[in-house]
Each structure stands twice: as C-alpha cells, then as structure tokens.
C-alpha cells in the first residue's frame, strides 16, 4: 500500500531535504528510521519537492510504499527516534497511483523577516537591518508586478538544470506579523530553484530604491537576468502548505 505522510522539519542543521552522499538531509533521516521500525533495509520516502539548505517546513508531504500492517502507533515511535528537528504529524493510506509530488496543484511558501535584533529569531527569520527603511506599499508593488508573467528566468539560480521556466503565480502578499516582523507568502502551482529567495531580494531591492521597477519588467520582458540580483538568507524561508486535489 502506498501512504502519505505530513511532516515539519527545521532545516537548520540538513542539507536540503534530498538525499546527498556523506551529508545530513531530512530524507534519509526519515528513511533511515522508518526502516528501522519496519524492519526493511531501504525503503524511499518520495517528497512533494526539493527545499535547500537551511530551508524550513511548516507543512511537508512525502509518501511511502510498504507491504505489511501499519502499527496505529507508527507516528509515535517514529518521533521518538527522529532528530528533534523533524515531526512527522501524521500517516494516511492513499490510492497506489497517488504521488507526493506530481499530484500537488500547488505549493505555499512564507519568507520571515526582522527588523528588531533577537536571539530567539536566529537561523528562524531573516534580520534586515534596514527593515526601518522598507514600506509595506512599495514591497507589494514590486511583488504584485510579476503576476502579469508567466516565465521567470531572471528568478531561478543558475546551474538549475531546467529550461522550463513557466509558473502560474496565484498568490503574492506582503503584510506586517507585527510591527517589526514582514511575511511575504507567495503560492504557485511549481517553483524554480531558489526562486522565491529571488524574489524577495528584488521586493528589497526595489523598496529601498536599489532597483527600479522598470528595470525589473525589462528583465522579465527580455527573460534575462536582473541587473542586480540578491538570493536573501535561506533561514526565513518556510515551505508552509502542498495542496492536493480533494
């Protein structure tokens, strides 16, 4: 039978969520337990997608196949040997066809920022120190200015591997946590590497007068790279919902 499971990981200590010879990622922490308990020696756990280094999930999906009875407490001893990083929430049975991965609609991302210095933040949300200069107008302006494209070159890293670079953005929303914290949520149905990074580099750049817009929608028009380009911190970024069909 094929399963479903929901999880949330703190990326701080991995190396991304796919496996990588000789380094730490949440996958092969989740096999490696899971094969203990089920008592196989490889069993692949199939992620709803890639996240990089330092990366967060609020929300992850992956699935699994597995032959024999699932113990109903299979959740509980799974958390009691995983790192303290990783959460698996819950396990659910699904058709054999169903796929973590090609079958999500869409993905949500959060990217957090701070404008005050915390201890409690660090690794958790970006700290801008020139959050004080930054208004909330000109952030959602320079974000709401991609919904009229399709194609996002000039917001994926080089080396990607990829020469398709269309995305359907469906949401694209800057808005204050409180008075010195910024969320920028973004919603699509695919994302290039390092893309919403990207993006939120670009919003900063162009609300402290670092990058004009025009020079933003010249770039995307010609599909090239922006003349100054910034990937902001991976520790503010936050894989946050995977939705399926119902």
């Not at 994926?156 to 670079?165: A, D, E, I, K, Q």
């Not at 390092?194 to 993006?199: D, S």
Request: aromatic share 12%.
């Amino acid at each position: 039978m094929r399963y479903f499971i929901e999880c949330s990981y703190d990326g701080t200590p991995f190396q991304g969520w796919q496996k990588q010879p000789g380094k730490p990622t949440v996958q092969e922490s989740l096999e490696q337990k899971l094969g203990v308990l089920l008592r196989q020696k490889e069993i692949d756990i199939v992620g709803c997608g890639r996240t990089d280094t330092g990366v967060h999930a609020l929300h992850y999906v992956a699935h699994f196949d597995f032959d024999g009875v699932i113990d109903p407490d299979l959740v509980y001893h799974w958390n009691a040997i995983l790192p303290a990083e990783i959460a698996v929430k819950r396990i659910v049975p699904v058709a054999d066809a169903a796929h973590a991965r090609f079958d999500a609609q869409s993905r949500t991302y959060h990217y957090f920022m701070h404008g005050l210095k915390s201890p409690f933040l660090i690794n958790k949300s970006f700290f801008c120190k020139r959050f004080s200069h930054l208004k909330l107008e000109d952030l959602q302006q320079a974000a709401q200015g991609l919904k009229a494209y399709t194609s996002f070159y000039p917001f994926c890293l080089s080396r990607s591997g990829v020469n398709n670079y269309t995305v359907d953005l469906k949401l694209l929303e800057w808005k204050y946590h409180n008075e010195n914290e910024l969320i920028f949520s973004i919603t699509a149905n695919r994302f290039l590497r390092g893309m919403v990074r990207l993006i939120v580099g670009m919003c900063i750049h162009v609300a402290l007068g670092q990058l004009k817009e025009s020079e933003v929608i010249q770039s995307l028009d010609r599909q090239e790279l922006l003349i100054k380009s910034w990937s902001v911190p991976p520790c503010g970024l936050y894989l946050a919902g995977v939705n399926y069909p119902n």
